[in-house]
């Protein structure tokens, strides 16, 4: 290259570098405009304390410095990324290019540190007793598990128990004849989990309080996208108690993931750190026959499927004699309700297909690998031939004995989406599903809270630096209806009472919560908190459009150029 042409590319670099850091600055003072529009604190009162609203705030700081990784982290860096790509040579040899800087590919510079706030995120909170959500949870408990069975296609048999009290025991008499359930099928948790809201997890752990017998949290240093973070819950004490207290399980681990790779990202990072979840129910003795709900921290299943699941039998992907883990017969997944930003604003007709579950007979860590083995992969993906994606090419498995899963394979693999449809129907509307009880059922087993965040810096943080990444410029300085994200659009424009546009891919439920059948989950049953939060995010959207206003003035000022989506 001539000299002429590298003073050119060097003058780009640096010119490209000064304007990312007036970006950064300008992101800044626009915060601070927007926060001088109102309080910088918002207080949630119902006969209770005040709570402050924290949230992640993005600075420009020095890039952080590589840091050093202990010893075993190392190896297991090491062999995760080399069974992420398992079976593909030319794959692997790229990935020690990119360690190592060889070849002609560029090695990734480490990006501007993103610095959060010193305390994690509150978000609004529910001012009832814990009482009031024990009441509901109770009332979905002792609902009648035959009919429960039913609404899902499962069947549910109780043991004949003779009562020791009966004088008079004999096959023709059942007035004093006592039934008990089997057995309950043992759940175990996992997730992810980062900067999400007091809040968010309130919400979740209402729904399953005291279900799973062991859950395993996974916290890493660093984003998807490499952006250092705060360690905040990864082997704390307080945390740990504070939310075994909030879930009701005693049993339940915040296992740090740490790999220090910049090359690792994506997907391959994310999916990296889910397999922590396994090994982390391995060490809680997770057997074949127990039951593994992965989810994202934001996704549950509703409470009465997760009761079904543990009370029901003849559930066939956890019948291991009848599938013996063929891949498209293993998983269940959730046919998610998705409410975004606000518990008012319901994406109308979609269906979220997270969390899943499936049994341990099937998975790493778990099930018998000399029987089954492990499946070669294409970095996070089964390679073709074992079952890749949705695919039914088995080809290339010698034996036939289809392969264990790995977390991955939780959320890339196709399963089976089980719904409420097997009650009788309600003559008034065909479309809808009754019980004894007279509640209506939808078609939905779980339920999404999509972007539950204190504030939308926050979802502009996640938009910017988490797995589906957008450009700088995209991610602060356009309306959150402009980013090219459909839930935003949707929640926009519920936020702000604007129809929905005719092209929008998702359309919210008209009615909002009132109007839903159910299940509707524990935690909104609160009114009070459904109004609160409501009332809030719409407040904090005309901050955040305050905020883009500057923005775009100084940008148009200063680059003379409109900063919207390309």
């Known amino acids: 290259m001539s000299s002429s042409n590298k003073c050119k590319s060097l003058c780009k670099t640096v010119l490209r570098g000064l304007w990312i850091s007036c970006m950064f600055v300008t992101v800044l003072v626009a915060l601070s405009v927007s926060m001088s529009l109102?309080?910088?604190?918002?207080?949630?009162?119902?006969?209770?304390?005040?709570?402050?609203?924290?949230?992640?705030?993005?600075?420009?700081?020095?890039?952080?410095?590589?840091?050093?990784?202990?010893?075993?982290?190392?190896?297991?860096?090491?062999?995760?990324?080399?069974?992420?790509?398992?079976?593909?040579?030319?794959?692997?040899?790229?990935?020690?290019?990119?360690?190592?800087?060889?070849?002609?590919?560029?090695?990734?510079?480490?990006?501007?540190?993103?610095?959060?706030?010193?305390?994690?995120?509150?978000?609004?909170?529910?001012?009832?007793?814990?009482?009031?959500?024990?009441?509901?949870?109770?009332k979905i408990d002792q609902?009648?598990?035959?009919?429960?069975?039913?609404?899902?296609?499962?069947?549910?048999?109780?043991?004949?128990?003779?009562?020791?009290?009966?004088?008079?025991?004999n096959n023709n008499d059942h007035t004093h004849t006592k039934f008990q359930p089997q057995r309950k099928r043992r759940l175990f948790y996992g997730s992810l989990i980062a900067e999400e809201p007091?809040?968010?997890?309130?919400?979740?752990?209402?729904?399953?309080?005291?279900?799973?017998?062991?859950?395993?949290?996974?916290?890493?240093?660093?984003?998807?996208?490499?952006?250092?973070?705060?360690?905040?819950?990864?082997?704390?004490?307080?945390?740990?108690?504070?939310?075994?207290?909030l879930f009701g399980t005693q049993d339940l681990q915040i296992r740090l993931y740490s790999n220090e790779n910049p090359n690792f990202t994506g997907l391959r990072r994310e999916h990296a750190?889910?397999?922590?979840?396994?090994?982390?129910?391995?060490?809680?003795?997770?057997?074949?026959?127990?039951?593994?709900?992965?989810?994202?921290?934001?996704?549950?299943?509703?409470?009465?499927?997760?009761?079904?699941?543990?009370?029901?039998?003849?559930?066939?992907?956890?019948?291991?004699?009848?599938?013996?883990?063929?891949?498209?017969?293993?998983?269940?997944?959730?046919?998610?309700?998705?409410?975004?930003?606000?518990p008012e604003c319901i994406q109308e007709k979609r269906s979220w297909m997270h969390p899943e579950m499936v049994m341990g007979h099937c998975m790493e860590e778990i099930g018998n690998v000399a029987v089954h083995g492990l499946a070669v992969r294409d970095g996070p993906r089964r390679a073709h031939g074992y079952g890749r994606a949705c695919s039914h090419d088995f080809s290339k498995l010698a034996d036939k004995k289809h392969p264990l899963w790995n977390a991955a394979d939780f959320r890339m693999l196709c399963g089976h989406q089980i719904k409420p449809l097997n009650l009788p129907r309600n003559n008034n509307n065909?479309?809808?599903?009754?019980?004894?009880?007279?509640?209506?059922?939808?078609?939905y087993t779980g339920f999404h809270f999509h972007n539950f965040f204190t504030s939308f810096n926050a979802t502009r943080i996640k938009m910017?630096?988490?797995?589906?990444?957008?450009?700088?410029?995209?991610?602060?300085?356009?309306?959150?209806?402009?980013?090219?994200?459909?839930?935003?659009?949707?929640?926009?424009?519920?936020?702000?009472?604007?129809?929905?546009?005719?092209?929008q891919k998702w359309k919210r439920s008209l009615g909002g919560l009132n109007a839903s059948q159910h299940p509707i989950p524990v935690y909104f049953h609160d009114q009070e908190y459904v109004r609160a939060r409501h009332e809030w995010v719409t407040n904090e959207l005309r901050k955040d459009d305050a905020m883009v206003q500057v923005l775009q003035r100084h940008w148009n000022t200063t680059t003379n150029k409109n900063p919207t989506p390309h």
């Open 38 to 138: 109102s309080n910088n604190t918002t207080n949630h009162e119902d006969g209770g304390t005040s709570l402050k609203h924290q949230e992640p705030q993005l600075v420009v700081v020095n890039p952080p410095k590589q840091e050093t990784t202990a010893t075993s982290n190392d190896n297991r860096n090491m062999m995760e990324e080399s069974s992420l790509s398992n079976g593909d040579t030319s794959r692997e040899t790229e990935n020690a290019h990119q360690q190592t800087g060889g070849g002609n590919r560029k090695k990734k510079k480490p990006p501007a540190e993103l610095t959060f706030s010193k305390e994690l995120p509150t978000g609004i909170l529910s001012q009832k007793p814990s009482t009031f959500f024990a009441h509901i949870r109770r």
């Open 198 to 245: 007091w809040e968010l997890l309130e919400i979740v752990a209402a729904e399953s309080f005291g279900i799973y017998t062991g859950m395993v949290l996974v916290e890493g240093n660093r984003t998807q996208n490499y952006d250092a973070r705060p360690v905040r819950r990864a082997n704390d004490p307080t945390q740990i108690r504070n939310l075994q207290n």
């Open 464 to 503: 910017y630096t988490y797995g589906h990444a957008v450009k700088a410029r995209k991610a602060f300085a356009v309306p959150l209806e402009d980013m090219g994200a459909n839930d935003l659009k949707l929640m926009y424009r519920c936020l702000k009472q604007i129809p929905d546009d005719n092209n």
């Open 143 to 169: 609902d009648n598990p035959y009919e429960r069975c039913r609404r899902y296609g499962f069947r549910y048999h109780k043991q004949k128990v003779v009562d020791p009290n009966n004088n008079n025991n």
């Open 273 to 342: 750190q889910r397999q922590e979840i396994l090994r982390g129910w391995k060490e809680m003795g997770m057997l074949p026959d127990d039951v593994g709900v992965l989810a994202d921290m934001d996704e549950t299943f509703s409470r009465d499927f997760l009761r079904a699941v543990q009370e029901c039998e003849d559930v066939p992907a956890f019948d291991y004699t009848r599938h013996e883990c063929f891949t498209s017969h293993v998983k269940i997944a959730a046919s998610s309700r998705a409410f975004e930003t606000s």
């Open 430 to 443: 065909n479309n809808n599903n009754n019980d004894s009880n007279g509640l209506v059922w939808s078609n």
